[in-house]
Protein backbone atom coordinates (compact mmCIF):
# COMPACT_ATOMS: atom_id res chain seq x y z
CA UNK A 1 0.00 0.00 0.00
CA UNK A 2 1.36 3.69 -1.00
CA UNK A 3 0.75 6.58 1.32
CA UNK A 4 -1.21 9.24 -0.13
CA UNK A 5 -2.48 7.08 -2.90
CA UNK A 6 -6.29 5.56 -2.24
CA UNK A 7 -6.36 4.16 -5.38
CA UNK A 8 -3.86 1.92 -4.68
CA UNK A 9 -6.19 -0.09 -2.38
CA UNK A 10 -7.13 -2.51 -4.87
CA UNK A 11 -3.69 -2.94 -6.96
CA UNK A 12 -2.18 -6.41 -6.66
CA UNK A 13 0.82 -6.19 -4.21
CA UNK A 14 4.02 -6.63 -6.09
CA UNK A 15 6.18 -9.52 -4.98
CA UNK A 16 7.75 -8.74 -1.36
CA UNK A 17 11.59 -10.11 -0.62
CA UNK A 18 13.34 -9.90 2.57
CA UNK A 19 17.08 -8.82 2.18
CA UNK A 20 19.95 -8.24 4.29
CA UNK A 21 23.03 -5.67 3.74
CA UNK A 22 25.11 -6.59 1.13
CA UNK A 23 22.69 -8.49 -1.47
CA UNK A 24 22.69 -6.46 -4.35
CA UNK A 25 26.40 -5.52 -4.22
CA UNK A 26 26.78 -9.88 -3.94
CA UNK A 27 24.79 -10.06 -6.82
CA UNK A 28 26.51 -6.93 -9.10
CA UNK A 29 22.64 -5.26 -9.07
CA UNK A 30 23.35 -1.61 -9.74
CA UNK A 31 21.81 0.73 -7.56
CA UNK A 32 19.37 3.39 -9.79
CA UNK A 33 18.93 6.08 -6.90
CA UNK A 34 19.00 6.46 -3.05
CA UNK A 35 20.98 4.71 -1.25
CA UNK A 36 21.70 0.68 -0.37
CA UNK A 37 20.39 -1.01 2.96
CA UNK A 38 22.89 -0.73 5.85
CA UNK A 39 23.27 -3.05 8.84
CA UNK A 40 21.79 0.27 11.66
CA UNK A 41 18.77 -0.21 9.74
CA UNK A 42 18.59 -3.43 11.08
CA UNK A 43 19.93 -2.87 14.24
CA UNK A 44 17.79 -0.40 14.82
CA UNK A 45 14.70 -1.82 13.08
CA UNK A 46 14.08 1.66 11.00
CA UNK A 47 11.25 1.54 9.03
CA UNK A 48 12.92 1.59 5.47
CA UNK A 49 12.83 -0.35 2.43
CA UNK A 50 14.24 -0.54 -0.87
CA UNK A 51 11.99 -1.00 -4.65
CA UNK A 52 12.87 -2.14 -7.86
CA UNK A 53 12.93 0.54 -10.58
CA UNK A 54 10.37 -0.63 -12.85
CA UNK A 55 7.87 -0.54 -9.62
CA UNK A 56 9.35 3.20 -8.97
CA UNK A 57 8.73 4.18 -12.36
CA UNK A 58 5.50 2.50 -12.09
CA UNK A 59 3.92 4.41 -9.06
CA UNK A 60 5.90 7.85 -9.30
CA UNK A 61 7.40 8.26 -12.74
CA UNK A 62 10.98 8.01 -12.13
CA UNK A 63 13.48 6.53 -9.41
CA UNK A 64 14.46 9.71 -7.98
CA UNK A 65 10.90 10.77 -7.19
CA UNK A 66 10.24 7.58 -5.03
CA UNK A 67 13.10 8.50 -2.81
CA UNK A 68 11.12 9.41 0.85
CA UNK A 69 7.64 7.65 -0.12
CA UNK A 70 6.27 5.50 2.03
CA UNK A 71 4.81 1.86 1.61
CA UNK A 72 2.93 -0.38 3.89
CA UNK A 73 3.56 -4.45 3.61
CA UNK A 74 0.06 -5.54 2.85
CA UNK A 75 -3.55 -3.59 3.49
CA UNK A 76 -3.46 -5.34 6.61
CA UNK A 77 -0.53 -4.30 7.96
CA UNK A 78 -0.55 -2.62 11.44
CA UNK A 79 2.83 -2.01 11.29
CA UNK A 80 4.23 1.61 10.81
CA UNK A 81 5.33 2.86 7.36
CA UNK A 82 8.36 2.27 5.50
CA UNK A 83 10.43 4.82 4.23
CA UNK A 84 11.78 3.63 0.55
CA UNK A 85 15.73 4.65 1.09
CA UNK A 86 16.58 2.58 -2.48
CA UNK A 87 15.71 1.85 -5.89
CA UNK A 88 17.67 -0.84 -7.45
CA UNK A 89 17.96 -2.07 -11.20
CA UNK A 90 15.63 -4.63 -12.10
CA UNK A 91 16.53 -8.50 -11.93
CA UNK A 92 15.02 -11.01 -14.15
CA UNK A 93 13.54 -14.58 -12.18
CA UNK A 94 12.76 -16.34 -15.91
CA UNK A 95 15.46 -15.38 -18.07
CA UNK A 96 12.17 -14.86 -21.08
CA UNK A 97 10.00 -13.26 -18.71
CA UNK A 98 9.93 -9.32 -18.22
CA UNK A 99 11.58 -8.76 -14.23
CA UNK A 100 8.40 -8.60 -11.64
CA UNK A 101 7.93 -5.27 -9.59
CA UNK A 102 9.79 -6.20 -6.23
CA UNK A 103 9.66 -4.18 -2.30
CA UNK A 104 12.90 -5.12 -0.92
CA UNK A 105 12.09 -5.49 2.84
CA UNK A 106 14.77 -5.54 5.49
CA UNK A 107 15.31 -8.84 7.38
CA UNK A 108 14.62 -8.70 11.18
CA UNK A 109 17.44 -10.38 13.23
CA UNK A 110 14.93 -11.51 15.67
CA UNK A 111 11.25 -11.69 16.16
CA UNK A 112 10.76 -12.80 12.70
CA UNK A 113 9.53 -16.69 11.56
CA UNK A 114 12.82 -17.51 10.17
CA UNK A 115 12.20 -21.09 8.67
CA UNK A 116 14.92 -20.82 5.59
CA UNK A 117 17.22 -18.63 3.37
CA UNK A 118 19.40 -18.22 0.71
CA UNK A 119 23.28 -16.28 1.35
CA UNK A 120 24.51 -14.63 -1.73
CA UNK A 121 28.11 -15.13 -1.84
CA UNK A 122 30.41 -13.39 -4.38
CA UNK A 123 34.13 -15.25 -4.31
CA UNK A 124 36.90 -15.98 -6.49
CA UNK A 125 36.71 -19.34 -5.29
CA UNK A 126 32.75 -20.14 -6.58
CA UNK A 127 31.52 -23.68 -7.20
CA UNK A 128 34.52 -24.48 -5.20
CA UNK A 129 33.97 -27.87 -2.21
CA UNK A 130 36.36 -26.14 -0.14
CA UNK A 131 33.77 -22.61 -0.45
CA UNK A 132 30.90 -24.98 0.40
CA UNK A 133 33.21 -26.60 3.15
CA UNK A 134 33.75 -22.93 5.02
CA UNK A 135 30.18 -22.30 4.82
CA UNK A 136 28.43 -24.97 5.78
CA UNK A 137 30.96 -24.80 9.00
CA UNK A 138 30.32 -21.23 9.44
CA UNK A 139 26.52 -21.82 9.27
CA UNK A 140 27.03 -24.91 12.22
CA UNK A 141 29.27 -22.85 14.17
CA UNK A 142 26.36 -21.30 15.26
CA UNK A 143 23.30 -23.38 14.40
CA UNK A 144 24.46 -26.85 14.31
CA UNK A 145 20.89 -28.16 13.56
CA UNK A 146 20.10 -26.16 10.44
CA UNK A 147 20.34 -28.01 7.25
CA UNK A 148 23.12 -26.53 4.82
CA UNK A 149 21.91 -27.50 0.93
CA UNK A 150 21.30 -26.40 -2.70
CA UNK A 151 24.78 -24.93 -3.06
CA UNK A 152 25.00 -23.41 -6.63
CA UNK A 153 26.60 -20.87 -8.47
CA UNK A 154 24.98 -18.15 -10.49
CA UNK A 155 26.27 -19.68 -13.60
CA UNK A 156 24.80 -23.17 -13.19
CA UNK A 157 21.99 -21.00 -12.52
CA UNK A 158 22.29 -19.13 -16.34
CA UNK A 159 22.97 -22.36 -17.78
CA UNK A 160 20.25 -24.37 -16.72
CA UNK A 161 18.03 -21.62 -17.82
CA UNK A 162 19.67 -21.33 -21.04
CA UNK A 163 19.90 -25.19 -21.57
CA UNK A 164 16.87 -25.90 -23.76
CA UNK A 165 18.02 -22.41 -25.63
CA UNK A 166 21.13 -23.64 -26.03
CA UNK A 167 20.70 -27.22 -27.82
CA UNK A 168 18.52 -24.65 -30.23
CA UNK A 169 21.15 -22.58 -30.92
CA UNK A 170 24.18 -25.02 -31.16
CA UNK A 171 21.80 -27.04 -33.82
CA UNK A 172 21.65 -23.39 -35.42
CA UNK A 173 24.70 -23.18 -35.78
CA UNK A 174 25.49 -26.24 -37.31
CA UNK A 175 23.11 -25.82 -40.09
CA UNK A 176 24.42 -22.22 -40.30
CA UNK A 177 28.09 -23.50 -40.73
CA UNK A 178 26.83 -25.97 -43.20
CA UNK A 179 24.97 -23.49 -45.45
CA UNK A 180 27.83 -20.73 -45.24
CA UNK A 181 30.87 -23.88 -46.08
CA UNK A 182 28.32 -25.57 -48.87
CA UNK A 183 27.95 -21.58 -49.90
CA UNK A 184 31.94 -20.77 -50.24
CA UNK A 185 31.84 -24.47 -52.01
CA UNK A 186 29.29 -23.33 -54.29
CA UNK A 187 31.10 -19.88 -55.51
CA UNK A 188 33.97 -21.30 -55.29
CA UNK A 189 33.00 -23.75 -58.17
CA UNK A 190 30.70 -21.22 -59.97
CA UNK A 191 34.15 -19.19 -60.24
CA UNK A 192 36.15 -22.04 -61.59
CA UNK A 193 33.59 -22.62 -64.64
CA UNK A 194 33.79 -19.01 -65.09
CA UNK A 195 37.62 -18.95 -65.18
CA UNK A 196 37.49 -22.47 -67.28
CA UNK A 197 34.77 -21.51 -70.03
CA UNK A 198 37.22 -18.26 -70.40
CA UNK A 199 40.66 -19.57 -70.98
CA UNK A 200 40.71 -18.49 -74.44
CA UNK A 201 39.58 -14.97 -73.53
CA UNK A 202 41.82 -14.72 -70.47
CA UNK A 203 45.04 -15.79 -72.81
CA UNK A 204 43.98 -13.47 -75.99
CA UNK A 205 43.68 -10.59 -72.90
CA UNK A 206 46.90 -11.32 -71.20
CA UNK A 207 48.33 -11.74 -75.18
CA UNK A 208 47.25 -8.48 -75.76
CA UNK A 209 49.10 -6.75 -73.02
CA UNK A 210 46.58 -6.70 -69.91
CA UNK A 211 47.84 -6.84 -66.70
CA UNK A 212 47.47 -10.20 -64.49
CA UNK A 213 46.31 -8.13 -61.41
CA UNK A 214 44.10 -6.79 -63.83
CA UNK A 215 42.37 -9.72 -65.30
CA UNK A 216 42.48 -10.84 -61.56
CA UNK A 217 40.14 -8.29 -60.36
CA UNK A 218 38.08 -8.69 -63.22
CA UNK A 219 36.96 -11.98 -61.64
CA UNK A 220 37.13 -11.05 -58.41
CA UNK A 221 34.85 -7.88 -59.03
CA UNK A 222 32.24 -11.43 -60.65
CA UNK A 223 32.15 -12.88 -57.22
CA UNK A 224 32.01 -9.37 -55.16
CA UNK A 225 29.16 -8.92 -56.73
CA UNK A 226 27.59 -12.44 -56.79
CA UNK A 227 28.45 -11.87 -53.04
CA UNK A 228 26.18 -8.03 -52.69
CA UNK A 229 23.37 -9.80 -54.47
CA UNK A 230 23.39 -12.80 -52.09
CA UNK A 231 23.99 -10.85 -49.31
CA UNK A 232 21.01 -8.28 -50.07
CA UNK A 233 18.83 -11.23 -50.71
CA UNK A 234 19.76 -12.85 -47.19
CA UNK A 235 20.02 -9.58 -44.77
CA UNK A 236 15.95 -8.88 -46.54
CA UNK A 237 14.94 -12.65 -45.74
CA UNK A 238 16.86 -12.17 -41.96
CA UNK A 239 15.49 -8.92 -41.05
CA UNK A 240 11.65 -10.51 -41.88
CA UNK A 241 12.19 -13.88 -40.37
CA UNK A 242 14.46 -12.36 -37.41
CA UNK A 243 11.25 -11.74 -35.31
CA UNK A 244 10.59 -15.48 -34.80
CA UNK A 245 13.65 -16.22 -33.33
CA UNK A 246 12.89 -13.55 -30.69
CA UNK A 247 11.90 -16.07 -28.37
CA UNK A 248 15.63 -18.01 -27.70
CA UNK A 249 17.00 -14.02 -27.62
CA UNK A 250 18.12 -12.39 -24.39
CA UNK A 251 20.01 -9.29 -24.13
CA UNK A 252 19.78 -8.72 -28.02
CA UNK A 253 17.25 -7.77 -30.15
CA UNK A 254 16.34 -9.33 -33.43
CA UNK A 255 16.96 -6.31 -35.19
CA UNK A 256 20.16 -5.76 -33.90
CA UNK A 257 22.64 -3.47 -36.31
CA UNK A 258 26.53 -4.45 -34.96
CA UNK A 259 25.09 -7.99 -35.51
CA UNK A 260 23.93 -8.17 -38.85
CA UNK A 261 26.94 -5.89 -39.87
CA UNK A 262 29.27 -8.39 -38.68
CA UNK A 263 27.67 -11.35 -40.11
CA UNK A 264 27.65 -9.58 -43.62
CA UNK A 265 31.41 -8.80 -43.28
CA UNK A 266 32.08 -12.25 -42.16
CA UNK A 267 30.29 -13.64 -45.53
CA UNK A 268 31.51 -11.14 -47.83
CA UNK A 269 35.11 -11.59 -46.46
CA UNK A 270 34.45 -15.99 -47.16
CA UNK A 271 33.22 -15.34 -50.30
CA UNK A 272 35.83 -12.87 -51.65
CA UNK A 273 38.37 -15.49 -50.29
CA UNK A 274 36.25 -18.21 -52.49
CA UNK A 275 36.40 -16.16 -55.57
CA UNK A 276 40.39 -15.33 -55.18
CA UNK A 277 41.50 -18.88 -55.26
CA UNK A 278 40.34 -19.31 -59.51
CA UNK A 279 41.07 -15.15 -59.76
CA UNK A 280 44.52 -15.86 -58.83
CA UNK A 281 44.96 -19.27 -61.26
CA UNK A 282 43.04 -17.19 -64.21
CA UNK A 283 45.82 -14.33 -63.96
CA UNK A 284 48.66 -17.22 -63.93
CA UNK A 285 48.03 -18.72 -67.07
CA UNK A 286 50.41 -18.96 -69.96
CA UNK A 287 48.88 -17.09 -73.18
CA UNK A 288 50.81 -19.28 -75.63
CA UNK A 289 49.27 -22.36 -74.38
CA UNK A 290 45.94 -21.35 -73.64
CA UNK A 291 45.69 -20.30 -77.53
CA UNK A 292 47.28 -23.95 -78.61
CA UNK A 293 45.11 -25.63 -76.40
CA UNK A 294 42.00 -23.79 -78.02
Not at 102 to 131: C, K
Not at 184 to 189: A, D, E, K, M
Not at 258 to 283: D, I
Request: no cysteine; glycine share 8%; proline share 6%.
Amino acid sequence: MVEDRPDAENEPLPRRASIWPGYFEALGTRLIAGRDLTWADIDEARGVAMVSENLARELWGEPQAAIGERIRGSRDDPQRWHEIIGVTQDMHEELYERPPPIVYWPTPMEGSDFRGGTYVIRSERAGTENLFNEVRQAVWASHPDLVVGGERTMQDVYSDSLARTSFVLVLLAIAGAMALVLSVVGIYGVVSYIVSQRRREIGIRIALGAEPLAVKRMFMRYGFAIAVIGATVGAAAALTLSRFLGSLLFGVQPMDPPTFLAVLTFLLAAVLFATYLPARRAAGLDPAATLRAE
